[in-house]
């Protein structure tokens, strides 16, 4: 019927009668049986219909192929299995597709409500949608995916606001990845998976986004009432369900930093509290309450870094907002010592001898650890610096380390976290002392080499070199005719080795063993220089008074009430004061003291430190000045001219590692830069500045 | 000459042809007259823009007569003299103004270049021509770019030899001084400020920055922008100001700044 040629090819006619067929099958038989029915059994019946169509057409189109692949192509006329699919679209499914929208979707809200329903139905009448279509998704999308999207938002929406007023949050969350689930399970089993993030993102917005702020800021069951009862599973849960909607995690991440904010500060209020009702000759020693709080920063530290690692994914959000929070309360001082001391001190009190034996290595290196690690928080690291490395001085020449790894190790982290220039200095003080020590060794060989050279006291000396030390006073002491001597040889030996080199005496920092013969026992009593030269005087004097006493030595009246102080005040009496008292007086008289005695042969008598801290917060401030200059200096250079918001910007960034520098600071010394003709104003903007070479 | 309307412009020329002035010299004759020509002449020849002759001979004279007797230079009792036969007091601004013109380096002295080569820009060399240029000097004030100038000029004038900073009570003299002449509202409490917290002496920029400040913002201080580059010690001032409620603190907040 085809091949002929015209008239006689029949092919249009053909073609057409194959569509006639499908009409007329469709009118009179699909099409009656589907209206009598209704919801589940139309659906069922539309689905075997469906099915019978598409067997129809697969076969029929066997039959006509000759259509298919001649007359068809040749006329660019629709396929023959588009024509019967077609058929069916046109007079079914346009007819019935709204009624079976609504069956499907009061079957899905019935599944909601946790009725059972047939699923494999759900999910053929599903596939007519997206087959009905050819290969578009058009009438899926439209007939009735909208509608569902809609019909869901309204469905969560009701729920949520009965929810939202009855459930507290945890419950509420619990209830919402519920839903989430059993959605996400929909779409698995019946719906198509295009459908899968739309139809979430409604949901999620319903319940959550639409509610985000009430539910966080519900009072007793809210994200504040969570992190306060560690409820760390209603946290993850919290998290896991705001990271999906737009911008969720914000408000969390807000209210996690101002919970660490508020717990912090709250430690700081304890400890200034506990420090403020210390007695008054101790308050400005950092005593055992500050070190206390040190260690209960570094526990609340531990705690919400391990939050943000597992209930909050390591998400960068609250990674930051951590960091602002312990910025926040981890420079306030606490009485009257700044965090950047109290931090100082308590790595002292690790390092140093007596201070942590109780704890393994393993435990102190992970202290150590954990020090770094808040340091970064600290905007004044230099001040940090300077009180490490004054105590640092201290454990080295004191011989108070306990441990010299550790003292490595600590100072190997804060070169990774602050650089090589925060740890240079106090590198070099450490290599000092093993230097020192191969020097005492040759110092030693000198003196057995030259018998003549024999000082008559065994003496060690350290050589150290002024630029890594702290500076320290050095006073015209009186030595003692023995010790001077010493000092003498020492110096001799020393132009043997190099000649270029000055050699200043640092008396203040040296021990002696002197061999005191009481009357009960001779005892061996370790004192420093001071103490020693003191005690010397009265080999040749029974009595002194306190005058005699200062004259001799040629030391300040601070330098001589203390050291008096600690040989006739203290635990141990060396010297009888008269008058009895507690107190060192200039009209006080000394003598020596022929009836002391201890149980031990051997006593320590400490002279305690003079308090650094004033110094220290000097040294810093004029270091500072020089940092603040050169900067300017630096950044002037390169630019030529510049702007003074931006220079003080830059100046700013400039030295943030080491510390924030004031605002008023930066002013004045760019103002000295002027005088010094540095820096000059700008004749016509007085806002501008320009280099002078 | 550009900017000017035409019978401004044709103004000037006219002026240039009939005194044989320069330019800049006819703008400001005509500025200074409103634009009447006939103003601006008088304007013009009553004052020595212009060089007039004046006799070397009698400037020497004049010289010799304030010379100190052992140095060749005019000191204290030399300007006191002149000041004398002036009728000028010798705290009296214009003596500034003066030195200002000869260039002088330091405050109570003039050298003998300085006296004769200042004379001779005013082209004055009687003491009545003297006397007359008085009145002229006097208005100089009145004119900002002069009065900027010779403001900036006193402070390497008064200031110590050798110092880099001017003492404060040189300093705050020279303030009382200056802005008599020319006003600022906030000048007693500066001068106040200063002597209660400051208490040393003054930079040359900090000097300078002054006048802007005074020039720029008003004494309500509602256009005074803290995040500027003004010297330290103004901000400072402006800090006393609010603290004391000189000045209504409520123009701080303006968020324009």
Redesign the interface.
């Known amino acids: 019927m085809c091949t002929q040629k015209p008239p006689h090819d029949y092919s249009q006619q053909l073609y057409d009668k194959y569509r006639e067929s499908f009409e007329d099958y469709i009118t009179s038989t699909v099409l009656p049986s589907l209206r009598e029915k209704h919801d589940e059994f139309m659906l069922k019946e539309l689905v075997k219909r469906w099915g019978n169509h598409k067997v129809m057409v697969r076969w029929l189109s066997r039959f006509f192929y000759y259509l298919d692949r001649y007359f068809i192509a040749r006329r660019s006329l629709p396929p023959l299995n588009e024509v019967g699919l077609t058929c069916f679209r046109e007079l079914v499914y346009q007819e019935l597709k709204v009624k079976v929208r609504d069956a499907v979707i009061s079957l899905i809200d019935q599944e909601r409500e946790g009725e059972q329903i047939d699923r494999a139905l759900l999910k053929n009448i599903l596939d007519i949608f997206v087959e009905i279509g050819m290969g578009q998704m058009d009438y899926y999308e439209n007939d009735f995916e909208a509608a569902l999207l809609k019909d869901s938002a309204a469905y969560y929406s009701r729920k949520a606001s009965s929810w939202i007023l009855d459930d507290s949050c945890p419950d509420y969350m619990l209830k919402a990845e519920e839903c989430l689930k059993r959605e996400k399970d929909r779409v698995a089993h019946y719906l198509h998976s295009s459908s899968e993030s739309k139809l979430l993102e409604k949901v999620q917005h319903e319940l959550l986004s639409v509610y985000a702020s009430q539910l966080l800021e519900k009072e007793h069951s809210g994200c504040h009432a969570l992190l306060r009862d560690d409820k760390v599973g209603d946290l993850s849960r919290m998290f896991r369900l705001f990271s999906k909607i737009p911008k969720g995690l914000d408000p969390v991440a807000n209210i996690f930093k101002q919970h660490v904010t508020a717990e912090g500060t709250a430690l700081v209020k304890q400890a200034e509290e506990a420090a403020s009702s210390k007695k008054g000759d101790k308050k400005d020693v950092v005593g055992l309450q500050e070190q206390v709080f040190v260690r209960k920063v570094i526990e609340l530290h531990d705690k919400y870094v391990a939050y943000v690692n597992d209930c909050f994914q390591n998400h960068t959000l609250f990674h930051k907002a951590l960091k602002e929070a312990f910025e926040v309360f981890c420079n306030k001082g606490v009485g009257g010592s700044s965090s950047a001391e109290l931090l100082a001190t308590f790595c002292d009190n690790i390092l140093k001898k007596g201070g942590s034996e109780k704890l393994s290595d393993e435990a102190i290196e992970e202290t150590l650890e954990k020090v770094v690690k808040l340091l970064a928080y600290i905007s004044d690291k230099d001040l940090f610096a300077e009180f490490y490395r004054k105590k640092l001085a201290r454990r080295l020449l004191f011989d108070k380390s306990a441990n010299d790894d550790h003292e490595r190790s600590i100072l190997t982290k804060l070169k990774q976290q602050c650089g090589g220039q925060f740890t240079s200095k106090m590198e070099g003080m450490v290599t000092d002392l093993t230097l020192a020590k191969e020097n005492q060794t040759s110092f030693e060989e000198y003196l057995s080499n030259n018998t003549n050279a024999n000082p008559g006291i065994d003496l060690t000396v350290t050589v150290l070199t002024t630029g890594f030390w702290p500076s320290y006073k050095s006073f015209d002491l009186n030595l003692p005719a023995e010790m001077v001597k010493c000092v003498e040889v020492f110096r001799e030996f020393y132009q043997t080795k190099t000649k270029h080199r000055k050699l200043t005496w640092i008396y203040s920092l040296g021990t002696c063993n002197i061999i005191g013969k009481f009357e009960p026992k001779t005892m061996e009593l370790i004192v420093t220089t001071y103490q020693a030269s003191a005690l010397l005087l009265f080999n040749s004097s029974d009595r002194l008074s306190y005058s005699e006493i200062m004259t001799q030595l040629n030391l300040t009246d601070d330098d001589v009430v203390r050291l008096l102080h600690s040989l006739s005040c203290a635990k141990y009496k060396i010297l009888n004061k008269e008058p009895n008292t507690k107190t060192i007086a200039p009209t006080d008289h000394f003598e020596f003291n022929s009836k002391f005695t201890d149980k031990m042969r051997r006593i320590k008598i400490p002279l305690p430190p003079v308090d650094e801290k004033k110094k220290v917060i000097e040294d810093v401030d004029k270091d500072r000045r020089y940092a603040i200059d050169a900067s300017i200096v630096r950044i002037m250079k390169s630019r030529k001219v510049l702007?003074?918001?931006q220079l003080v910007m830059e100046c700013v960034e400039q030295l943030g590692r080491m510390f924030k520098p004031d605002f008023?600071a930066i002013?004045?010394r760019?103002?000295d830069l002027?005088?010094r003709d540095y820096l000059e104003?700008d004749k016509d903007n007085?806002?501008?500045?320009r280099y002078l070479a | 000459m550009n900017k000017l309307g035409r019978s401004n412009r044709d103004k000037v020329q006219q002026f240039m042809a009939i005194t044989g002035a320069s330019e800049k010299v006819a703008l400001q004759a005509l500025k200074a007259s409103d634009w009447h020509l006939e103003g601006a002449f008088d304007v013009f020849y009553s004052q020595p823009h212009i060089r007039t002759y004046t006799d070397t001979r009698h400037l020497e004279e004049l010289y010799h007569r304030y010379k100190d007797s052992y140095a060749d230079m005019i000191l204290v009792d030399g300007i006191t003299l002149l000041c004398n036969d002036l009728q000028v007091d010798p705290q009296d601004i214009v003596m500034l103004v003066l030195s200002w013109h000869m260039k002088a380096a330091t405050m109570c002295e003039f050298s003998k270049q300085e006296f004769i080569s200042g004379l001779q820009a005013l082209g004055i060399d009687t003491l009545e021509k003297f006397r007359e240029r008085i009145q002229y000097m006097r208005s100089e004030l009145k004119d900002d770019q002069k009065f900027r100038e010779i403001y900036n000029f006193a402070f390497g004038w008064a200031k110590e030899k050798g110092q880099k900073s001017l003492a404060l009570d040189t300093a705050i003299g020279m303030w009382q001084l200056l802005f008599a002449e020319n006003q600022w509202p906030l000048v007693d409490h500066w001068c106040q400020f200063l002597q209660a917290r400051h208490n040393k002496a003054i930079s040359r920029d900090t000097w300078s920055q002054l006048l802007e400040f005074a020039r720029t913002v008003d004494p309500t201080l509602s256009n005074y922008d803290a995040e500027g580059a003004w010297p330290y010690l103004i901000d400072e001032f402006v800090e006393y100001l609010n603290e004391n409620n000189i000045v209504q603190k409520s123009h701080m907040d303006d968020p324009a700044r």
């Open positions: 702007g003074h918001q008023k002013k004045k760019i103002e002027i005088t104003r007085p806002n501008l500045f």
